[in-house]
């Protein structure tokens, strides 16, 4: 049997049928897009809580007496902080970090140390309009301790950190390093592969300003803020924040540790 009368769809029912389909596939693309930026900033938060843990582990090594407060410094110079009144015995050579506060992130080689009034002199000089003051908080260590060291050498693209980093091949890969003092100050680069045999950094791409011997570096996988928001007479806290990604804006996740003083 012939039908006669057979027609095909119109141009209209064909873009009514494109829109009714488009109206049930997009939830499903947001629904995808949510699922993706979900996961993303669940991974950030796994890894951000295993980084502030790492941290809380280093510092339970740290003697009280190396991390505090910084107290107003009436000598002049733009090369001093006054620690906290319970620093102790500082030694010469050892770094200290600015960790929060005004000065944040900046690291120097104290080169001289007042144990009547707890001023340590620094060098280089701190960084214009960043020298510390009552509001920084600061932490002081060996060199390669605590994420943070003298740069040994550098080239186009590769930085030698300090002998006593970790000596696991690729541990520092997909870390962050800042050159915070000396030359070559204030650059970041994501470091893309690191020998633990040799101790040297590859960043992805070259600096623009190599650093060198009179460097000195911060690494980090997240930036975070290491704080003394409390002390009691034999107790000192320290509180330990990271900040990682999600979507747009950045969330904080915080730890902290306490510490008996000695």
């Given at each position: 049997m012939v039908w006669k009368n057979?027609?095909?769809?119109?141009?209209?029912e064909v873009i009514?049928?494109?829109?009714?389909?488009?109206?049930?596939?997009?939830p499903l693309l947001q629904f995808f897009v949510t699922g993706s930026a979900f996961?993303?900033?669940?991974?950030?938060?796994?890894?951000?809580?295993?980084f502030a843990q790492e941290l809380i582990e280093e510092l339970k090594s740290v003697n009280s007496r190396q991390i505090g407060v910084a107290r107003e410094c009436t000598e002049t110079g733009n090369n001093k902080i006054r620690l906290a009144n319970d620093a102790g015995n500082i030694s010469i050579n050892h770094l200290i970090t600015i960790t929060a506060g005004k000065g944040e992130g900046q690291v120097r080689r104290i080169t001289a140390y007042n144990a009547s009034?707890?001023?340590?002199?620094?060098s280089p000089v701190w960084d214009t309009g960043k020298a510390p003051d009552d509001t920084s908080h600061y932490l002081v260590c060996g060199n390669g301790s605590i994420l943070t060291g003298a740069v040994q050498s550098g080239t186009a693209n590769t930085v030698r950190l300090a002998g006593n980093e970790n000596s696991k091949n690729d541990f520092f890969k997909d870390y962050f390093i800042m050159i915070a003092g000396g030359k070559g100050a204030g650059q970041v680069q994501k470091i893309k592969a690191y020998n633990g045999t040799t101790k040297i950094a590859a960043v992805e791409s070259n600096w623009h300003t190599q650093p060198d011997a009179t460097s000195f570096y911060r690494l980090y996988r997240y930036e975070y803020r290491i704080e003394v928001p409390a002390a009691a007479e034999n107790l000192k806290t320290i509180k330990v924040t990271v900040f990682y990604p999600s979507g747009d804006s950045l969330k904080e996740?915080?730890?902290t540790t306490e510490k008996h003083r000695r």
């Open positions: 057979q027609e095909g769809m119109s141009l209209i009514v049928a494109i829109l009714l389909v488009a109206i049930a596939i997009i996961t993303a900033t669940a991974r950030h938060e796994v890894t951000a809580l295993n009034n707890q001023v340590v002199t620094v996740l915080s730890l």
